[in-house]
């Protein structure tokens, strides 16, 4: 009898632990795109609204195919999840699947915008050269896409954004396309990615020189002379 008794304390414990882990709700944009997994439905399906509208905005300048063998798949962390110094993390594992995990405070923030964007340019970078360790998405590209994207949805922000530029230092070609990781993100450099992006756009036509270019960059050539063998 004692036994039975512990035996079905043990169990009324086991289950109030696993009452107490939360489940994860995922959701998905479209077969082979983006899916979403995130403990709150609310964050998950505003995460997916972004990542489709991303998608729809981007799929000229990222070239992107109606969708790809597997998704993108994207995690959203607990706001007490243990700490990480990243703002988020985008993976490429063994097998070319991709997935990108995104702090819950980070959701409706810039921060997450980035997150998509590199997390769609490396699932482009995996499909057109496979899983290799010079894949590359570069840091211009990123801001770049994300810029086009604010731009492109709102012609407020694109005015906005061409009466900015006016009042910033104009870098050079070279400089956006070498701008690396882990320094400052000056406001010239992000907005300069922007006009960058359409520039090389403007200038690509028959030849396919951007989608050219863009394979290269993806694929962690060298930025200068990527743009040189594409242009």
């Given amino acids: 009898m004692k036994g039975l008794r512990r035996l079905l304390a043990a169990g009324g414990m086991m289950a109030a632990v696993f009452a107490a882990e939360p489940v994860p709700v995922s959701v998905r944009t479209a077969p082979g795109r983006v899916e979403i997994a995130a403990v709150d439905a609310s964050v998950a399906h505003a995460l997916a ?15 992107l195919p109606a969708s790809f063998p597997s998704p ?10 243990a700490g990480d110094p990243a703002p988020f993390r985008v993976v490429v594992e063994p097998g070319g699947v991709v997935s990108v995990r995104i702090p819950r405070t980070a959701v409706g923030h810039a921060t997450a915008q980035r997150a998509l964007v590199q997390g769609l340019l490396m699932r482009l970078a ?19 896409c994300v810029g086009w994207w604010h731009t492109r949805g709102a012609a ?15 870098p050079t070609i070279e400089v956006l396309l070498t701008w690396r990781r882990g320094g400052v993100e000056p406001r010239d450099l992000t907005a300069g990615a922007v006009w960058l992006l359409t520039f090389l756009q403007a200038e690509s036509g028959r030849g396919r020189e951007w ?6 960059l993806l694929g962690g050539e060298e930025p200068l002379a990527a743009l040189s063998a594409a242009y």
Avoid: I, M, Y
Wanted: charged share 25%.
């Fill in 49 to 63: 609204t972004s990542a489709e509208e991303a998608w729809r905005v981007l799929a000229g300048p990222q070239a």
């Fill in 126 to 144: 995996v499909a057109q050269r496979g899983v290799n360790e010079r894949l590359a998405a570069p840091l211009w590209l990123e801001h770049a």
């Fill in 156 to 170: 407020a922000q694109l005015d906005a954004l061409k009466q900015e530029s006016t009042q910033l230092p104009v």
């Fill in 72 to 81: 993108v798949f994207v995690r959203v962390d607990a706001p007490d999840s």
């Fill in 211 to 216: 989608p050219d270019l863009l394979q290269r």
